[in-house]
T-cell receptor, first 110, second 116 residues
């Protein structure tokens, strides 16, 4: 079993929709949770970073962490075609090793 | 400020050949790491370093060597390339504070390697 599970998609939504992306994990030592966005043929870039259970909001993006259920989510409001990319969840415990999900490919249709 | 720079962007090798993927960062980050990205597998950690002279293995280290002689550079060496090493390779760096990662990994643009 992988330490981090993420549905690979692809996920297609109309412009303006609310998008929900999710990851589950099995290692209770994970303390830090991140979401990265990766455009085609580019390196990942950080979208959200959090280390506590609950919600964190940044513009149209909300990251949610539920440590009791070992479940994290990223919500995108008013989705735009420019949001079309692969979204990677990432986690880290007390070590130097970041563990990534496989990524969910999102396409926002104009 | 260039960030994380990887060279080459593309490379084709024959089985058994050796090569080095270069990674340089200009942010004075102590932490540097190499990942490979394969379809359906996500990003997997190959090796990482927390400072000059200090390296350690990640999830998939076999077939790869690293060294860290300066803060800026962290090259990845393939001593005898195999088709299973066909992948996209990413270098990433991070600032350490008090010996701990501070969150954001800064990634390079990637190096696409094909081994025939």
């Amino acid at each position: 079993q992988k330490e981090v599970e993420q549905d690979p998609g692809p996920l297609s939504v109309p412009e303006g929709a609310i998008v929900s992306l999710n990851c589950t994990y099995s290692n209770s030592a994970f303390q830090y949770f991140m979401w990265y966005r990766q455009y085609s043929r580019k390196g990942p870039e950080l979208l959200m970073y959090t280390y506590s259970s609950g919600n964190k909001e940044d513009g149209r993006f909300t990251a949610q962490v539920d440590k009791s259920s070992k479940y994290i989510s990223l919500f995108i409001r008013d989705s735009q075609p420019s949001d079309s990319a692969t979204y990677l969840c990432a986690m880290r415990g007390g070590t130097y090793k970041y563990i990534f999900g496989t990524g969910t490919r999102l396409k926002v249709l104009a | 400020n260039a960030g994380v720079t990887q060279t080459p962007k593309f490379q084709v090798l024959k089985t058994g050949q050796s090569m080095t993927l270069q990674c340089a960062q200009d942010m004075n980050h102590e932490y540097m790491s190499w990942y490979r990205q394969d379809p359906g597998m996500g990003l997997r950690l190959i090796h990482y370093s927390v400072g000059a002279g200090i390296t350690d293995q990640g999830e998939v280290p076999n077939g790869y060597n690293v060294s860290r002689s300066t803060t800026e550079d962290f090259p990845l060496r393939l001593l005898s390339a195999a088709p299973s090493q066909t992948s996209v390779y990413f270098c990433a760096s991070n600032l350490l504070v008090g010996g701990r990662n501070t969150g954001e990994l800064f990634f390079g643009e990637g190096s696409r390697l094909t081994v025939l």
